[in-house]
């Protein structure tokens, strides 16, 4: 599983190995997305072991660190500071 094809082709986590054809698009079960929204299942038994490493993608650190914000904000913990570039 990967985190989005383009991205893990070019510069992530499978580049190497498909630039050196160890493993072509096929070897590659899902994106992330697909499990997420229910397209292809993850795992079907406890036997079967998942790998993802992820390089990321900015939209995913934003929308976690927004989460987090909110969280923290909602519990009302954590330590507000003015930006570095306001």
Excluded: C
Excluded at 10 to 38: C, F, Q, R, T
Excluded at 51 to 75: C, H, N, S
Aim: aromatic residues 10%; proline residues 2%; charged residues 25%.
């Amino acid at each position: 599983m990967i985190d989005d094809w383009e991205q893990g082709s070019h510069g992530g986590e499978i580049n190497v190995p498909l630039s050196n054809g160890i493993i072509g698009k096929s070897d590659i079960y899902a994106e992330i997305s697909e499990i997420v929204a229910g397209i292809k299942p993850g795992r079907t038994s406890d036997k079967q072991i998942t790998l993802f490493d992820t390089t990321g993608l900015a939209i995913q650190d934003v929308i976690t660190a927004w989460y987090a914000y909110e969280v923290a904000e909602e519990k009302g913990i954590g330590i507000e500071f003015d930006s570095l570039y306001s």
